[in-house]
């Protein structure tokens, strides 16, 4: 089991940016399909973002929800061993818990295995 610990959330308004990240303890995150998931209140955890383990036949790939493609990039720092999400052009629909999480795919579907505590993203009209 991969502990992880979200950073970053705050406050900012309609289209700023913010820079979320996932630091990992007792595994290497290299060797796991990562993933960004939110959720907002009285809502279900959506899909945010996903990057494929470096071992894979598609390591690094990238996938991202329609509603944030364009504005998020996810990231994988293997030193560090921490995943990042950079949100730019923030809508206040973007305003939830934003989770990172070990992932796995069925299909087309990302879900969601492991995940840490959240961090709060509030983003003002």
């Known amino acids: 089991q991969a502990q992880l610990v979200e950073s970053g959330g705050g406050l900012v308004q309609a289209g700023g940016s913010l820079r979320l990240s996932c630091a990992a303890s007792?595994?290497?995150?290299?060797?796991?399909?990562m993933g960004w998931f939110r959720q907002a209140p009285g809502k279900e955890r959506e899909f945010v973002a996903a990057?494929?383990?470096?071992?894979?036949?598609?390591?690094?790939?990238?996938y991202y929800a329609d509603s944030v493609k364009g504005r998020f990039t996810i990231s994988r720092d293997s030193v560090k061993n921490t995943v990042y999400l950079q949100m730019n052009s923030l809508k206040p629909e973007d305003t939830a818990v934003y989770y990172c999480?070990?992932?796995?795919?069925?299909?087309?579907?990302?879900?969601?295995?492991?995940w840490g505590q959240g961090t709060q993203v509030t983003v003002s009209s």
């Open positions: 999480a070990t992932a796995y795919r069925i299909d087309s579907n990302w879900l969601a295995d492991r």
């Open positions: 007792g595994r290497t995150l290299s060797s796991y399909n």
């Open positions: 990057i494929s383990r470096s071992d894979s036949r598609s390591g690094g790939s990238t």
